[in-house]
């Protein structure tokens, strides 16, 4: 497994570079790079079933993390004995052929497959608690997000109405849809079937091209099966939560899926370009509620970061791309997947070099030598020296300490302690100066919400003016500034509250 392991990650890491590479200096559309970052995650999912007959070599010698003994393989039969051997000598693998007592040489074990032997089973089991901790996590999410679906409300008549329509426009069948409380825009979810998720509140025009965008965005999630890649993005997340690539392909993956999306909208909608970029604006909003940690089975139309908000605007409104891949493309795709999914045998699983043995030397049929006889020791007759006594523990003279200063501390009362030994005049003077700076306070405090909130509504109108007048760099600065808290009502800026 440790070989498939280095070799998958090693090959997906040089796809990914390349994939990168031709959606940075080509101008292929976002529904070719989802192609190409999908094929990416297949790679990193796929077992290896399907074995290349020409093979690699095993540079880091992974093939011995198959042996046994240390991450050696040693036949059957051989017996090994601590034997105390210098002399090496070519004949040592035809000793351990016939059985010859030997030792292996210990210096041969400390080599890179041995260590790896040893830590592997131990990364293993990390791994393993991992896996099953993520797995824990993306059940509770998906359980709880089967309560809300269960839990919604049937959707609006005339956007269910109008979601049918749609549907049948761009070639698909009706799609169930609910409304769920609490969502902060339209998502698509799968569990036996896909379910168009619709906010109980949402805080933009509900009628015209505006809903029309955001319905047909939706639906093309359904028609390209996003919901069902997001099945294989759990699996893949599941198996390498540890392993940072598998995160850059994902947000790779829904970036490109989200601007296809965007492309559908543009052919169905050709005259909407603006509704759908003021609903996409207003959903990335302030004011739009979030959910934390959205499972990875969840599509929807919410952007993630400002770079790709600012990206589908920029498409939304100027430009134009397909929404089907063309048959170069297809091939092309075909191509490097049939080059890169198989997995490859490793050229050294069939050249194993034999341990490094020692043999014993050839040793003649000699009587042993004979035992030695230990000297007589004859006593000696001088007198022995006195012994040195220490004199009783009674008798030694215990070290004085030296005598330390103690500087004269003096306690003042704290102010509570001040004010109770107050006269009853002074201390109803005292209670009555607290209850005045309370009430100056509180109504200092209600005139500063008010005032905060009016300041939040005329920057909510100014962020709507500048959207329909097509800046769309001062709508989201002014965006930005909400989401981080808007003018805060201690006269500092919200971050430096933060820190």
């Known amino acids: 497994m440790a070989w498939w392991v280095v070799q998958n990650v090693a090959i997906a890491a040089v796809l990914a570079a390349a994939v990168a590479l031709v959606c940075r200096l ?5 529904v070719a790079r989802h192609a190409l970052w999908l094929m990416v995650l297949v790679k990193l999912v796929t077992p290896p079933l399907v074995v290349w007959p020409w093979a690699v070599p095993d540079v880091f010698g992974l093939t011995a993390l198959r042996a046994d003994a240390g991450g050696r393989r040693i036949d059957a039969g051989v ?11 070519a004949g040592a693998p035809d000793a351990i052929a016939n059985g010859t007592p030997v030792e292996i040489d210990r210096a041969a074990d400390r080599s890179v497959p041995g260590i790896a032997s040893a830590i592997w089973p131990w990364m293993l089991g990390i791994w393993a608690a991992g896996s099953l901790g993520v797995l824990g996590v993306e059940a509770t999410r998906g359980a709880r997000l089967a309560r809300r679906v269960r839990a919604g409300a049937p959707a609006d008549p005339a956007i269910a109405k109008r979601a049918k329509e749609l549907a049948a426009a761009i070639g698909i069948r009706p799609v169930r849809m609910v409304t769920v409380a609490g969502l902060p825009s339209p998502a698509v979810w799968s569990f036996g079937g896909p379910v168009l998720m619709w906010p109980g509140a949402l805080e933009i025009d509900t009628t015209g091209d505006c809903v029309d965008g955001l319905l047909v965005h939706e639906l093309a999630h359904v028609k390209r099966g996003d919901h069902l890649i997001g099945w294989l993005e759990l699996a893949a997340g599941i198996v390498w939560w540890w392993n940072p690539l598998f995160w850059i392909v994902r947000s790779a993956l829904r970036e490109q899926a989200e601007l296809s999306c965007d492309a559908w ?6 005259h909407g370009r603006r509704a759908y970029a003021e609903s996409l604006l207003a959903l990335s909003g302030a004011t739009a509620p979030r959910v934390a940690s959205p499972s990875l089975v969840v599509v929807g139309i919410h952007a993630t970061s400002r770079r790709v908000l600012e990206r589908r605007l920029v498409m939304i409104m100027k430009g134009r791309a397909p929404v089907r891949l063309s048959l170069g493309a297809l091939l092309a795709i075909a191509l490097v997947a049939g080059a890169t999914l198989p997995a490859w045998a490793l050229g050294a699983a069939q050249q194993t070099t034999p341990p490094a043995v020692k043999a014993p030397p050839t040793v003649a049929q000699t009587a042993p030598p004979a035992a030695k006889t230990p000297p007589t020791v004859v006593p000696s007759t001088a007198p022995a020296p006195p012994a040195k006594t ?3 523990r009674e008798a030694q003279t215990p070290k004085t300490a030296p005598a330390v200063a103690v500087k004269e501390v003096t306690w003042y009362p704290s102010g509570e302690r001040a004010a109770a030994r107050l006269p009853a005049d002074g201390l109803e003077l005292v209670q009555g100066f607290d209850k005045e700076r309370t009430a100056i306070l509180e109504d200092a405090q209600k005139k500063v919400d008010a005032r905060r909130a009016e300041i939040i509504k005329s920057l909510e109108a100014l962020q709507d003016q500048y959207t329909k007048a097509g800046k769309l760099d001062e709508a989201i600065a002014i965006r930005d500034y909400l989401r981080a808290g808007g003018p805060s009502p201690t006269g500092r800026f919200a971050y430096w509250e933060k820190r």
């Not at 080509?26 to 976002?30: E, Q, S, V």
């Not at 017996?79 to 000598?89: F, K």
């Not at 909208?265 to 050709?270: D, F, Q, Y």
């Open 26 to 30: 080509t101008k292929i559309g976002p």
């Open 79 to 89: 017996r090994l004995t601590p034997v105390a051997l210098s002399t090496p000598s």
């Open 265 to 270: 909208v543009i052919s169905a909608l050709p």
């Open 390 to 392: 220490r004199p009783p």
